[in-house]
């Protein structure tokens, strides 16, 4: 049962352009979604979240917008910087587990 | 900035020996989770331990895993007879309150190679 779903499984990029990861979920009973950042051996880092009332968060280079009639959220990160290369992962939560998707390795070339 | 740490990062292991892979969360949060990835796939729950006790399971987490919090501050996750699947990085994490997004801090990981 797969609640988030991740269809890209890479994205590049250049520097200074814009990343835009999407992420699909199928079930609208939800609190939360998390986006999380994963490098090469090392545990997932919080980036960003958004509740269900809203349809839009943003932190510095980072907002996320959902789309709960589409029950399609994406990341965006602008500018990208290569140091932003990484595998990224939205999350369901809001309850006490979260529920990832299986990630988007972003390339980010200078 | 307080971080959760995990021992060891990578553990050898021959098919049939326990494992015994251990967590110190951050100090004053109180629920802990272990989740695990297999190489290419996506971050998998396994447990969720709150109040000294298992809180929610996966169907993953078997009669080979169990979870101990044996002295107030580490996190254990054991696996009584690993096999070849059981092959995976295994991420400890932990959280202060259940409310809101419930923001979990993960470890590094610990690398499990089952031979």
């Known amino acids: ?110 | 900035e307080p971080e959760v740490t995990q021992t060891p990062s990578h553990q050898v292991t021959q098919m049939g020996q326990e494992v015994i892979l251990r967590c110190v969360p951050i100090s004053n949060h109180l629920y802990f989770y272990w989740y695990r990835q297999i190489l290419g796939q996506k971050v998998e729950f396994l447990v969720s331990f709150y109040n000294n006790e298992i809180s929610e399971k996966s169907e993953i987490f078997d009669d080979q895993f169990s979870v101990e919090r044996p002295d107030g501050s580490n996190f254990t996750l054991k696996i009584r007879s690993t096999k070849l699947e059981d092959s995976a990085m295994y991420f400890c994490a932990s959280s202060s309150v259940f409310s809101g997004a419930n923001v979990l801090t993960f470890g590094a990981g610990s690398r499990l190679t089952v031979l």
């Open chain 1, 1 to 110: 049962d797969q609640q988030v779903k991740q269809n890209s499984p890479s994205l590049s990029v250049q520097e200074g352009r814009i990343s835009i990861l999407n992420c699909d979920y199928t079930n609208s009973m939800f609190d939360y979604f998390l986006w999380y950042k994963k490098y090469p051996a090392e545990g997932p880092t919080f980036l960003i979240s958004i509740s269900s009332i809203k349809d839009k968060n943003e932190d510095g280079r980072f907002t996320v917008f959902l789309n709960k009639s589409a029950k399609h959220l994406s990341l965006h990160i602008v500018p990208s910087q290569p140091g932003d290369s990484a595998v990224y992962f939205c999350a369901k939560g809001g309850s006490e587990k979260l529920v990832f998707g299986k990630g988007t390795k972003l390339t980010v070339n200078p």
